[in-house]
């Protein structure tokens, strides 16, 4: 049993080496890659941007499209401009970091939206499903992604020296071996309904039904929320963390001003294509998943 989800790692430049073997191990393991000495300097006219003003009341985050287009910003025409120009920067940066870390995944890698989040974490009130204090991996129940993996690269921008707070739990597989038994079976015609009614964008495959029950599972047992084998962990500003969160069980806890790019790509792609959710479910089940073709 791993002592610590957190894997420090003693990068201080965006663009650099390949990562140690190590680190990408624990990173495929499900652990958290922590850069503490790794900032997003802001320039002092960007230090102006860190306000809850800039979102727009309707929109939960300002977000930067894969096509350069800024939803969720509000404020002048320079104000938004800024925005943008601030987003897009932290993307490239982000870009550069996995690049040069992960070559292997490069040629695969698809671009999601990148997000500036101004609001404060703590106060933020969701449903219990839609609620990211409670420990969780990531998946979600309109938009199946067949086993497409989630990782993420935050960085922590907070002017008043607050951190940002995780709690991260326990491995993967120790997710599955608790809450696969519990799972309700996959019924391939609910799929086929789901996606004729518009419920879903696509059809609900096998692995995303099961991700699914994993996600409900633990946000819904509340013993396991308090009593798993857990860490809190303050990511103070100035530092930057990257995990794959389709498998990293992670809650957040507190915080505020953070920057954060999503890439995908297809299961297969990682260095060892067993350690992602998907071949785990597969280990765990002893046969493939179904549904996988149906995209």
Known sequence: MRTSSIVHVPRTEWLGPEADPAWIDALEAGQVLY?????FVLSPDEQALLTPAVRDPKARNISLGVEGQLKGGQGDAATLAALTAMVARFRSQAQALVHGLFPHYVPRLRLA?????PMAVATRAQSWRADDKRLHVD?????????????????????????RVWRVGESFDEVVQQFLPRAKSYVPWQAQALKLLHATKSYRSEFDHLMLQLHDGMKGDLDYQANCRQETVPF????????????????????????????????????NPASSPL???????GRPLRGLDRR
């Open 279 to 285: 071949g785990r479910l597969e280990q765990a089940l």
């Open 113 to 117: 939206p990148t997000s500036y989040r």
């Open 35 to 39: 850069f503490p000495s790794l900032p």
């Open 139 to 163: 998946a979600f129940p309109s938009r199946p992604t067949y086993g497409e993996r989630i990782l993420r690269v935050f960085t922590n921008v907070n002017p008043h020296g607050e951190p």
């Open 236 to 271: 103070p500003p100035g530092s930057t963390w990257v995990c794959f969160s389709d498998q990293a069980t992670h809650a957040v806890m507190s915080g505020q001003f953070m920057l954060e790019q999503t890439l995908h790509f297809p299961a297969g792609a990682e260095y």
